[in-house]
């Protein structure tokens, strides 16, 4: 086993980790310097839980598999019955001075679930559909507590990953699109049944139809890509941030990038993350060609979960989706996110380790 880490898959998380630092701190400045603080608090235990995830081996997690669904029903239960509810949601559950998000815990938990399911029945997914609904049922009763909160968002982005890993691991293509037009029909269903889901739509659709309403964050977001033009207004000179643009330390994080930063900014930030993903699909098409289906259906799990809510919250600034609530991996603000997402790194570093030749 190599104990070398991947240079060009290091290189590129860690210049986003950094740029994210940085932007944390360009746009949270008119909020205080607490969040600098807790930022790089949460960067020094998003690291730790790298170091742990990458020192251990994969068939451990492969042993806790079957666990960590009862774990993910655990977690989106006990929010439900004891979580502070905070703008409306009900998906934090206070740990001594910090809080815990459900749905973030429930993402490693179910890609775990989800890779152990299908290395354990790989080559009888394609064959038996039962197989194929047995894993949807796991993922539709965490989706449903999930919703409960609500937690629309990580439900979205779920069900795309263990769609897209179904695909994956080879289920015949009319039982993959009989599934994908139920779950598209069911999430449209979900999406125009509450209000503020619907307003959300609305204001995708046309920001500037009610731009003091349902349109406000998208329209703010769209004037400061307009304001950053190509080379952006300097670091730290974003005007959204200060008096226009709602969270913009979180879910609109990448507004304020682009008007610092500009268009070319903006695309060297989503060229990092390309190489990222790029080479996380490397990785994980490496563990298949060795026989190792966890690591690598763990890893194309990982990076469909990765790139996935990168692409969505991308997607959200510029306009071409509608507001999710799902924060930009390694960037936004926020420690559940950033914990996560490095653990999650962390397993794919060790992936890389135990399935290099070199």
């Known amino acids: 086993m190599s104990y070398r880490l991947d240079t060009l ?11 994210g630092t940085v932007m944390v701190v360009s746009a949270s400045i008119v ?7 807790k930022h790089l608090l949460f960067l020094v235990l998003a690291l730790s839980g790298f170091l742990i995830a990458l020192m251990m081996p994969l068939n ?21 019955v004891v979580g502070d509810t905070r703008l409306g949601a009900q998906r934090w559950i206070a740990v001594g001075g910090f809080s815990v998000q459900a749905g973030e815990i429930a993402k490693p938990l179910m890609l775990l679930y989800f890779a152990g399911f299908l290395s354990r029945f790989h080559g009888q997914v394609a064959d038996d ?11 539709a009763l965490v989706a449903v507590l999930l919703l409960f909160e609500p937690d629309f968002g ?21 039982h993959f699109l009989l599934v994908v037009m139920i779950g598209v029909a069911l999430l449209s269903i979900l999406a125009v049944v509450e209000p503020y889901r619907l307003a959300r739509l609305v204001g995708f659709l ?11 964050q998208l329209a703010q977001a769209l004037i400061g890509f307009g304001r950053g033009e190509f080379f952006g207004l300097g670091l730290g000179e974003s005007v959204q941030k200060v008096w226009y643009l709602p969270e913009a330390h ?4 990448f507004a304020v990038f682009a008007e610092e930063l500009g268009a070319v900014g903006a695309l060297c930030l989503i060229g990092l993350f390309a190489v990222l993903v790029m080479r996380l699909l490397q990785i994980a098409r490496q563990a298949f060609d060795v026989g190792d289906l966890f690591a690598g259906y763990l890893v194309y799990g990982i990076t469909l979960l990765i790139g996935i809510q990168a692409l969505i919250n991308v997607g959200v600034n510029i306009g071409v989706l509608p507001t999710k ?13 950033l914990i996560i997402c490095c653990v999650l790194l962390g397993m794919a570093f060790r992936a890389e380790m135990e399935t290099s030749d070199g």
């Open 9 to 19: 898959l290091l290189m590129s998380w860690l210049l986003i980790l950094a740029a």
């Open 31 to 37: 909020k205080g310097e607490s969040f600098l603080y």
């Open 60 to 80: 451990i997690w492969q042993q806790f598999s079957r666990l960590a669904l009862l774990l993910a029903v655990g977690f989106c239960a006990a929010v439900l």
């Open 129 to 139: 559909p039962m197989i194929m609904l047995r894993l949807l049922g796991t993922f």
């Open 154 to 174: 990580t439900v979205v982005l779920l069900a795309i990953t263990v769609s897209a890993m179904l695909f994956l691991a080879g289920v015949k293509l009319r």
């Open 206 to 216: 046309d920001p500037w139809a009610d731009v003091g309403n349902s349109g406000y």
């Open 250 to 253: 979180t879910d609109f994080i």
């Open 325 to 337: 609530g799902l924060t930009l991996p390694f960037v936004s603000y926020g420690g559940n996110s």
